[in-house]
Nanobody
Framework: QVQLVESGGGLVQPGGSLRLSCAAS????????MGWYRQAPGKQREWVAS???????NYEDSVKGRFTISRDNAKNTVYLQMNSLKPEDTAVYYC??????????????WGQGTQVTVSS
């Protein structure tokens, strides 16, 4: 069994910053790609950013230059530094990880989500 636990969400004013963390634990052999998604009220969940085990990153166009994804492989943790936040960034943010378990099975796991609200 694998668990992903997010933290770091909250209320911030436009132009502010937040840093999200997501720690994976459990029967982990290794983790391939990790990523962040978000879901705003009334909208479908959308991809935000991803990072490979080697550190290559990709971003959705609307967050390029404002968000930075990083990971600490020793801690099985992925981060999302969010700067210059806008009201349209308001959403529940979910982390995702492609995990190779101790049984050498590969599966996708999701965190429970953390609320980010950008408002004055």
């Amino acid at each position: 069994q694998v668990q992903l636990v997010e933290s770091g969400g909250g209320l911030v004013q436009p132009g502010g910053s937040l840093r999200l963390s997501c720690a994976a634990s459990g029967s982990i052999f290794t983790i391939n790609a990790m990523g962040w998604y978000r879901q705003a009220p009334g909208k479908q969940r959308e991809w935000v950013a991803s990072i490979t085990s080697g550190g290559s990153t990709n971003y959705e166009d609307s967050v390029k230059g404002r968000f930075t994804i990083s990971r600490d492989n020793a801690k099985n943790t992925v981060y999302l530094q969010m700067n210059s936040l806008k009201p349209e960034d308001t959403a529940v943010y979910y982390c995702n990880a492609e995990v190779v378990t101790l049984l050498r099975m590969i599966d996708d796991y999701w965190g429970q989500g953390t609320q980010v609200t950008v408002s004055s």
